[in-house]
């Protein structure tokens, strides 16, 4: 029997969410940074996922300085999920670091416009 590939069981984790486009995009997009060479770049078999490429992979978000925290806790989320799923699919054992995983203070500082006042006329004038 042919041992299923990562991008099988990725394409079987997206399946369970096919009621939403948006969250199978954001899903993909978010596992990428965990796979493509041009981030993490994680190129073993998922079924042979180590307690030390979790936490070699937080390290990796945690160290980013060019996305936002929530950005990051975002991608941590959806990467758990994917562990999870992994875990019930194939009766593996993953370990998630619970007490080594805090965020640090490196990331984008988001934008706001928190600034930004308007009057009510100028509100009732945009929504007319």
């Given amino acids: 029997m042919t041992e299923i ?3 099988q069981i990725i394409d079987r984790y997206l399946k369970r969410f096919s009621y939403s486009k948006s969250s199978i995009s ?3 997009y ?3 940074y965990f796979f493509r060479s041009d981030y993490f770049g994680y190129n073993g078999h998922v079924f042979k996922l180590t307690k030390r490429d979790v936490i070699d992979y937080f390290d990796y978000l ?4 060019n996305i936002s925290l929530q950005t990051k806790k975002n991608k941590w989320m959806i990467f758990r999920s994917f562990l999870q799923f992994i875990m019930e699919y194939d009766d593996v054992v993953i370990v998630i670091p619970r007490y080594s995983t805090q965020w640090k203070p490196i990331h984008k500082k988001t934008d706001s416009n928190k600034d930004v006042v308007m009057t009510k006329e100028e509100v009732k004038k945009i929504l007319d």
């Fill in 5 to 7: 590939t990562n991008q």
């Fill in 26 to 28: 954001i899903r993909r």
């Fill in 30 to 32: 978010c596992l990428q």
């Fill in 62 to 65: 945690n160290h980013l300085d």
